[in-house]
C-alpha cells in the first residue's frame, strides 16, 4: 500500500490507531490501541483465558504489551485519562453522565463530560501528520448533557454512539435517560427508545441486525482502505447542484483541459507543525518555522482551506525567513463563531496574536479572507507590519466578484443552500472551481472539511456583512503609505481580476503581479512563482516599491 499520512482509529469500545495511504511511505509505527470495556486479562487468550481471543492474541504477540497500566474501575473516566494523560477531575470526569454526584453539580472537574482544560494525543497526532479516526462508544461529550463530539477533539472521522452503551445488535439504548423528553415518549408508548449514531459528527442510522463488532470492524476497514477521503458521495452530489449554476465552472473546466502544467501535492508528510495558542479566550491555531534571524513573513489563512493550505510553499521559503500561519479565529482549525466574522474583530485577534509571539517588521501574506484582514489591520491597529503580500480577495468598492460570491453577499435563500449542504460540499466546490493546475492532497482536503464541518453556518455571516465590512477598508486605501504587492490569478472566479487593476490604482505603494492559467488559489496553482514573487518582494522588492 502507498502510504503518506499515518492514521490513528479510535475504537471506544475497543480503541485504534493505525496507519494510512499517501504518495510517500512513512516509516512511524502505525498504532492499534484497543480498550476494552469490563474487560481483564483474565479474559483474554494470550493471558491464560479459558476464552478464544486469536486475533487480540496476535496483536499482543506482534505488539507492545503493557502489563501494568491502570484504570478507573468507570469506562468513561478510563478513556478520557488515556486520551489526555490527565486526572479525570483536572478535565470534567470526575463524575459522567449518568452517574452525577448531584452535590457537586456545576463544580469545575464534575462537568461529565471531556473539558477543554487539556488536549487529547489524538489532537498531538493529528499535528503530527497522522490520519486519526474512531469507530464505537465515544461518551466523553457531545450529548444533551454537554461537551463535544470526537470530530472536535483530534479525529479526522468517527462513527459510533457519544453515549454509554446501545444494544449490540440494532439501535435500542443501554440506558433509558429518562430526563430525555424524547426518550420518555417512546416508553409511554410502548417502545424501546434508540440510541442515536454519529458518523463525523453527522447523526446516522445504525443497520439492524449487524453485531457490534462487525460494525465497528466493517467501518475501521473502510477507513482503512480510503482513510483521508472525506468527501462523500452527497458531499459530491451537493457540489455539483451548486457548480451548476454557476456559470465560471465551465471558463475553469475549460481552463484545467488546457493546462500543460497540472501539479499535485508534495508527497510526504506535511512540512508545517502546527501548533496552539489561546489569544482573548479562543484557542487558535498556528504553524512557525524556518529562520528565527531572518525576516518574518506572517500567513494568514484562506476560505474554505486552512494555514495548511502554505504547506507547498513553506520548504521554498524556510531556509530564507522566519515563517508564521495564523487560521484566523473561526476560519481553519481556530475557535470562534458568528463574533469573529468581521474584519474589525479579525483585525483585533491579528494584533493580540502579533504581540503576543513578540513578532515585528512583519511581511504579512492575506490571500481571500485574509486579504481584508491584513488590510484592516495596518489601517486601523498601532500595526507591525513592514509591507503587505495581498491578494484574489476582497478590498474595494465596487468588487468585481464571481456569481458564487455574489450568491453568498446577497442572497439569504443561497446562505442557507450553503449551511444544508455542508462542509464537504462547499470544500469540493471550492477545489473544483478555484484550481486550474494544483490538485490537492486528501490530507489537505481531509483539514479543510475537519475546519469547517458544522461551521458553515457562521461562515455565511462573513458574506452576509460584506458590504458593511468593505466600509471599513475601502475608504482609506489611498492614504496607505505602506508596500503592497498585490497578486492575482487571471482565472480567479471568486474575485474577478477587474477587482485586482482597481485595488492597484488606489494604493499608493503597490506592484501587481498576475499569474496567468491561474486559479482563486494562486499560492498552490502557481506555487513556484508564488514563492520566487514572494521571496523577491521580502528581500529587496518592498524596499522599491
Given amino acids: 500500500m502507498h502510504k503518506r499520512l499515518r492514521p490513528v482509529f479510535l475504537l471506544a469500545l475497543a480503541l485504534l490507531a493505525s496507519s494510512a495511504a499517501g504518495q510517500e511511505v512513512d516509516e512511524r509505527p502505525n498504532i492499534l490501541l484497543i480498550v476494552g470495556d469490563d474487560i481483564a486479562f483474565g479474559d483474554l487468550g494470550f493471558a491464560g483465558a479459558v476464552t478464544h481471543t486469536p486475533n487480540i492474541d496476535a496483536l499482543a504477540e506482534a505488539g507492545a504489551l503493557f502489563t501494568r497500566f491502570h484504570a478507573s474501575p468507570v469506562c468513561s473516566i478510563t478513556r478520557a485519562m488515556l486520551l489526555t494523560g490527565n486526572d479525570p477531575v483536572e478535565i470534567g470526569l470526575a463524575a459522567f453522565d449518568y452517574a452525577l454526584y448531584p452535590p457537586a453539580e456545576g463544580t469545575p472537574g464534575y462537568e461529565a463530560y471531556l ?21 464505537g462508544k465515544w461518551h466523553l461529550g457531545g450529548t444533551r448533557h454537554g461537551g463535544e463530539g470526537p470530530q472536535a477533539w483530534g479525529f479526522d472521522r468517527s462513527y459510533g454512539i457519544y453515549a454509554g452503551g446501545a444494544n449490540h445488535w440494532n439501535g435500542g439504548v443501554f440506558h433509558v435517560d429518562t430526563g430525555d423528553p424524547e426518550a420518555m415518549a417512546e416508553v409511554k408508548a410502548g417502545r424501546i427508545p434508540q440510541e442515536q449514531y454519529f458518523e463525523n459528527g453527522d ?20 477507513y482503512l482502505e480510503d482513510p483521508m477521503n472525506p468527501i462523500t458521495a452527497f458531499d459530491r452530489m451537493n457540489a455539483n447542484v451548486l457548480l451548476a449554476v454557476t456559470p465560471e465552472y465551465a471558463k475553469v473546466k475549460a481552463a484545467q483541459k488546457r493546462s500543460g502544467e497540472r501539479i499535485s501535492a508534495r508527497p510526504g508528510t506535511f512540512a508545517m507543525e502546527p501548533e496552539h495558542i489561546t489569544i482573548e479566550g479562543k484557542r487558535l491555531r498556528f504553524a512557525r518555522g524556518g529562520k528565527q534571524d531572518a525576516p518574518t513573513i506572517l500567513m494568514l489563512c484562506p476560505l474554505p482551506q486552512s494555514i495548511i493550505c502554505y504547506d507547498q510553499i513553506w520548504p521554498m521559503l524556510a531556509d530564507r525567513f522566519h515563517l508564521v500561519a495564523l487560521d484566523l479565529p473561526g476560519f481553519g482549525r481556530s475557535e470562534g463563531g458568528t463574533e469573529v466574522m468581521t474584519f474589525d474583530a479579525q483585525s483585533r485577534f491579528v494584533d493580540a496574536f502579533v504581540r503576543e509571539l513578540d513578532l515585528s517588521d512583519i511581511h504579512i501574506i492575506g490571500p481571500d479572507v485574509g486579504m481584508p484582514v491584513a488590510l484592516h489591520y495596518v489601517i486601523h491597529r498601532d500595526h507591525r507590519a513592514r509591507s503587505l503580500i495581498v491578494g484574489d480577495g476582497p478590498c474595494v468598492v465596487p468588487t468585481a466578484n464571481g456569481s458564487i460570491i455574489d450568491k453568498a453577499v446577497g442572497s439569504s435563500f443561497w446562505r442557507t443552500v450553503f449551511k444544508v449542504a455542508g462542509a464537504g460540499a462547499f470544500v469540493e466546490g471550492a477545489v473544483r472551481l478555484a484550481y486550474v493546475n494544483y490538485t490537492p492532497s486528501n490530507a489537505e482536503v481531509a483539514d479543510y472539511v475537519a475546519s469547517y464541518r458544522r461551521r458553515i453556518g457562521p461562515i455565511t455571516e462573513w458574506f452576509k456583512r460584506y458590504p458593511q465590512n468593505l466600509a471599513t477598508i475601502d475608504p482609506f486605501l489611498a492614504d496607505l503609505d505602506l508596500p503592497v504587492q498585490l497578486f492575482w490569478g487571471d482565472l480567479d472566479q471568486f474575485l474577478l481580476i477587474d477587482t485586482a ?28 512563482d508564488f514563492a520566487a514573487m514572494v521571496a523577491d518582494w521580502v528581500e529587496t522588492g518592498y524596499i522599491e516599491a
Fill in 115 to 135: 473539558t477543554r482544560t487539556t488536549v487529547t494525543i489524538a489532537e498531538l497526532l493529528q499535528e503530527a501528520g497522522y490520519f486519526t479516526a474512531m469507530v
Fill in 203 to 222: 447523526r446516522v442510522d445504525r443497520p439492524v441486525g449487524v453485531f457490534s463488532d462487525t460494525l465497528w470492524t466493517n467501518k475501521l476497514i473502510g
Fill in 501 to 528: 487593476h482597481r485595488a492597484h490604482e488606489r494604493f499608493k505603494r503597490s506592484e501587481l503581479t498576475i499569474f496567468e492559467n491561474c486559479g482563486h488559489f494562486s499560492y498552490q496553482d502557481k506555487r513556484d
